[in-house]
T-cell receptor
């Protein structure tokens, strides 16, 4: 069965610093990979997705992620964090077109000024 | 345009009560998903509809959980004889292709 691991429960970065959130997945075939962000009391918003092709994908709000098959990873990055980026971030894997998602436990991002 | 809406946003139920949670998907979206998000956890899949057909209900934790989408649009998740372990946020998502759009969720608290 597929699974997703987000090793960091909490991460604190200074405003303006760079950010990398880690995500490792377990799945035998090529996965569909997603990053979602959830602010308190809000639903999940899609930041970016990978299906195939270029392994570096760009998303909204200045985020990007890189798919590395050899490491089974899909880490999320941002070069300069803004205070409004404080939220919880979820990595997810989908195994078939249009099918259910399996989520990691999430990483809570805190931004200090 | 309108996104996915869910009602009620908050529900407090006494243990043993039945509850019904509603999801209004984005118009025209064929696929609809329900997820359960316990405190401090990521969402976990419950069930999936394609139009009115429930194609996957492998995530429903017990036979107390029941979901329907009779006309292929609005969906209702029903939980019978609620237990404390049912306390969670219930998220609904709809999809036309591969991207799922999530509603704000219903926070269920069972006392």
């Amino acid at each position: 069965a597929q699974s997703v691991t987000q090793p960091d429960i909490h991460i604190t970065v200074s405003e303006g610093a760079s950010l990398e959130l880690r995500c490792n997945y377990s799945y035998g075939a090529t996965p569909y990979l997603f990053w979602y962000v959830q602010s308190p009391g809000q639903g999940l918003q899609l930041l970016l997705k990978y299906f195939s092709g270029d392994t570096l994908v760009q998303g909204i709000k200045g985020f990007e992620a890189e798919f590395k098959r050899s490491q089974s990873s899909f880490n999320l990055r941002k070069p300069s964090v803004h205070w409004s980026d404080a939220a919880e971030y979820f990595c997810a894997v989908g195994t078939e077109y249009g099918n259910k998602l399996v989520f990691g436990a999430g990483t809570i991002l805190r931004v200090k000024s | 345009g309108a996104g996915v809406s869910q009602s009620p946003r908050y529900k407090v139920a006494k243990r043993g009560q039945d509850v019904a949670l509603r999801c209004d998907p984005i118009s025209g979206h064929v696929s609809l998903f329900w997820y359960q998000q316990a405190l401090g956890q990521g969402p976990e899949f419950l069930t999936y509809f394609q139009n009115e057909a429930q194609l996957d209900k492998s995530g429903l934790p017990s036979d107390r959980f029941f979901a329907e989408r009779p006309e292929g649009s609005v969906s209702t998740l029903k939980i019978q004889r609620t237990q404390q372990e049912d306390s969670a946020v219930y998220l609904c998502a709809s999809s036309l292709a591969t991207e799922q759009y999530f509603g704000p969720g219903t926070r269920l608290t069972v006392t």
